[in-house]
């Protein structure tokens, strides 16, 4: 495992991450407890993976429990990510609340810190490495309290390092660009970037380029929900407790068609999940992806790409052609979640932000 660190702040993180999502939301299937403790201390102890990431709405709060139960007494070993900014202890909200609709967002001063300090206890620490406001929208982005607020709990050492999560779904480009634009100092963006969405994760990390020297990326939807391992075909059928099963039926079938324009990018030492983690990994400003895990197979598997060979520039040039030919398939324009055009008056620059085929390499350091 290599790693790579949160500019400026001393969080040292394994490149590839664990996202806990799979394993305490019942969203991707059911886990117990146990089994996501085991993965987790299997990550670990197997494949060096150090940044755990989770959120207090995941299971309202049982991924942090479970990160909290698998590495009790061993703190300074790993690297916590959560996030916050849902009201999980709205109960009318909670009760009334179907599949994966968004909870009521609040992110009030008192409010944070009231659910910060529940982070901590639920995580069984006095610090968070990262904090991040859980699917941020456009109001937060602008309200410089909510900012204001995470520099101060920065300041208290509560948290190392404090940004924005962007979601759900893909999209919010501007909403990315204002915050850089407005919190220069800011840490770091998570959002959704893969070799078959591109877009807007692109246009982001121009804008981050541009405007804060110091933020950089943790990056989820590494593999287009699954469909960049390569293992779906066109009859694929997902569990019912499965969220991929409610996708449109396009989804699946134009999905498998553009990775089959993929082929270059395996060969006998990469995976074809391995080569979609090395493309993230091939842009500096990217310090962890975190693929989603389900099973112990896919954790070392997906761990194993960090010290893989790099992706070359050639295949580089290939992925960037087929992404503006949207992979040889004809369907319709995504639709995105979001501020996806610039409100009236605004100037901001981002030409060539979907130009990402001259990444220049990182610097990684080893270890155990």
């Known amino acids: 495992m290599r790693y790579r660190t949160f500019p400026n702040t001393g969080v040292r993180v394994s490149e590839v991450g664990f996202g806990t999502?799979?394993?305490?939301?019942g969203w991707w299937g059911e886990k117990t407890d146990a089994e996501a403790v085991a993965m987790m201390r299997r990550a670990l102890d197997e494949h060096g993976v150090t940044f755990f990431d989770a959120a207090d709405a995941y299971g309202n709060g049982r991924a942090e429990r479970q990160v909290a139960e698998a590495f009790r007494g061993r703190r300074?070993?790993?690297?916590i990510g959560t996030k916050v900014g849902y009201d999980i202890y709205d109960e009318a909200a909670l009760a009334s609340r179907r599949g994966q609709s968004e909870l009521p967002m609040r992110t009030d001063p008192a409010f944070v810190r009231m659910a910060v300090d529940k982070c901590?206890?639920?995580l069984e620490t006095d610090y968070i490495d990262v904090l991040q406001i859980h699917n941020a929208k456009m109001e937060h982005v602008?309200?410089?309290?909510l900012w204001?607020?995470?520099r101060d709990l920065k300041r208290e050492g509560k948290i190392r390092a404090w940004g924005a999560a962007f979601g759900p779904a893909i999209g919010w480009l501007y909403e990315s660009v204002e915050l850089v634009e407005r919190e220069p100092d800011v840490n770091t963006i998570q959002m959704i970037w893969n070799v078959l969405e591109q877009h807007p994760g692109s246009a982001m990390i121009e804008a981050a380029r541009r405007h804060a020297p110091d933020c950089c990326f943790n990056v989820r939807v590494t593999h287009a929900s699954g469909m960049l391992e390569g293992k779906y075909t066109v009859d694929t059928v997902f569990p019912e407790n499965d969220h991929r099963r409610h996708r449109p039926r396009s989804w699946l079938v134009n999905g498998v068609e553009k990775?089959?324009?993929?082929d270059f990018m395996t060969s006998e030492r990469l995976t074809l999940g391995q080569a979609a983690i090395k493309w993230l990994l091939a842009e500096p400003l990217v310090v962890t992806a975190l693929p989603n895990v389900y099973?112990?197979?896919q954790v070392a598997e997906f761990a194993s790409a960090s010290d893989a060979p790099d992706l070359s520039s050639d295949a580089m040039r290939r992925i960037h052609s087929l992404d503006a030919t949207n992979f040889g398939v004809d369907e319709a324009p995504m639709k995105y979640k979001g501020a996806m055009t610039r409100d009236a008056g605004a100037n901001v620059d981002l030409q060539d932000?979907?130009?990402p085929i001259s990444r220049p390499a990182l610097p990684a350091t080893r270890g155990a």
């Open 120 to 122: 901590l206890e639920r």
């Open 353 to 355: 932000a979907r130009n």
């Open 142 to 145: 602008r309200d410089a309290e």
């Open 148 to 150: 204001g607020t995470l």
């Open 295 to 297: 099973d112990d197979e």
């Open 21 to 25: 999502w799979t394993v305490s939301t």
């Open 76 to 79: 300074s070993e790993i690297v």
């Open 259 to 262: 990775v089959k324009t993929l």
